[in-house]
């Protein structure tokens, strides 16, 4: 597999030639100012694809291209949204890149209630609390009809946790949950001085009546015009797991497993519509096998992002060591080493280690901790290639 690294354009602290120093073979990019359901700009698409070549690198996956949420609530301007990313498809065909990585959930990407979970080792990383994530659901958003979402038990440790919960810790999730790490995803809440628990609200208030079968619909709608582009210019559209893989803030889901993978392969039948295998998205949700995942579906998988989750019995979960966890990374890589070897792949939500904490890195995407996934990575790689050659001779 070809290695990759998300990187966040010419503001980044991670440099074009730090990555090159430590491996990287090719950079997964967006045009980040770009508010979704806008044309990207070829001139603008152009320049930076020149300026991570004269690096040595290939744009390798545009990860993302927004889809507006008018395109998945299915408003009234969404045929406008949609031709306007499907130009901008067409402009990344003509340029030549040919993979594009996009996600369906509604409102909200990935979801944390802590950004900096200390390890017994002094490094931090990712981490969802079940519980904390409940009490944001039912005592800040205060989201109607919430503790239906909950068992009884859960209810009663929100309860008991609303007593000593503080202002500080309050003010905490709102930051880690729809500020901090939706900010450099979707731009939808971009700062406290927006209310952003007000206008959090205000978004999930668009979806009502919206449930999995018409989301589903939604997203049929979606690819069955804009995957004819796609096709034209030999372009892989991969759509990535929910994260986690279920239903959030009363919200549907419709990328958790197999049945939902399956589903939106057979709905628009096309070698463009095809997988983001996120082996840390699908290992959050116990349902989930990952090696019988990539069994199944590495043909029509077209990018691959290797980390790995460890779950609790109560539903918590953290970023496991790229070795360890549910993700079981190396079987994975045996996989897709055999069966569709050319895959871009890239690391991703490395931990936070020695000075990576002084730096103002996105959550989850630090230098020095990617560096310390990707060696790791790159060693099950090179073991695996090595199994391969030697049932060759």
């Not at 939706?182 to 205000?202: D, K, L, T």
């Amino acid at each position: 597999m070809l290695k990759t690294w998300r990187w966040f354009g010419k503001n980044d602290p991670i440099t074009l030639p730090m990555l090159k120093q430590i491996g990287v073979e090719g950079i997964v990019t967006s045009l980040y100012h770009i508010p979704a359901g806008d044309i990207w700009k070829k001139d603008e698409i152009n320049e930076l694809k020149t300026y991570i070549e004269d690096f040595g690198f290939p744009w390798s996956v545009v990860e993302s291209v927004s889809v507006h949420e008018s395109i998945k609530l299915g408003g009234k301007d969404r045929d406008e949204k949609i031709e306007n990313f499907r130009q901008t498809l067409v402009y990344l065909g003509e340029l030549g890149i040919k993979t594009v990585c996009y996600n369906f959930m509604p409102v909200i990407d990935w979801i944390r209630t802590d950004l900096n979970r200390i390890q017994p080792d002094g490094t931090s990383t990712l981490f969802f609390d079940r519980i904390r994530f409940a009490y944001f659901d039912c005592k800040i958003l205060n989201r109607e009809n919430a503790e239906k979402d909950y068992s009884a038990e859960e209810i009663r440790q929100v309860n008991e946790l609303n007593k000593v919960m503080t202002n500080e810790e309050k003010n905490a999730l709102i930051h880690t949950i729809i500020v901090k790490t939706q900010a450099f995803i979707s731009r939808q809440i971009v700062g406290e001085e927006q209310y952003p628990v007000q206008a959090f609200n205000e978004l999930l208030r668009l979806y009502d009546g919206v449930n999995k079968n018409q989301l589903r619909k939604n997203l049929v709608y979606f690819l069955k015009r804009i995957i004819p582009t796609a096709e034209k210019y030999g372009i892989k559209m991969c759509i990535h797991p929910d994260d986690p893989p279920y239903p959030v803030f009363g919200l549907p889901r419709i990328v958790t497993g197999e049945e939902d993978i399956q589903w939106i392969l057979d709905a628009v039948h096309s070698e463009s519509n095809g997988l983001t295998f996120c082996a840390g998205s699908l290992s959050a949700g116990v349902h989930n096998n990952t090696v019988a995942l990539a069994e199944k579906f590495a043909k029509q998988t077209c990018f691959v992002h290797l980390r790995s989750t460890d779950v609790a019995e109560n539903g918590d979960f953290i970023e496991a060591s790229h070795l360890e966890g549910r993700g079981n990374l190396i079987e994975l890589i045996r996989i897709f080493e055999k069966q569709n070897p050319s895959l871009p792949m890239r690391v991703d939500h490395g931990k936070l280690m020695l000075d990576d904490a002084e730096k103002d890195y996105n959550p989850g995407y630090s230098f020095l901790g990617r560096m310390f996934a990707l060696a790791q990575v790159e060693g099950m790689m090179a073991v695996v290639r090595n199994e391969i050659d030697t049932n060759r001779i």
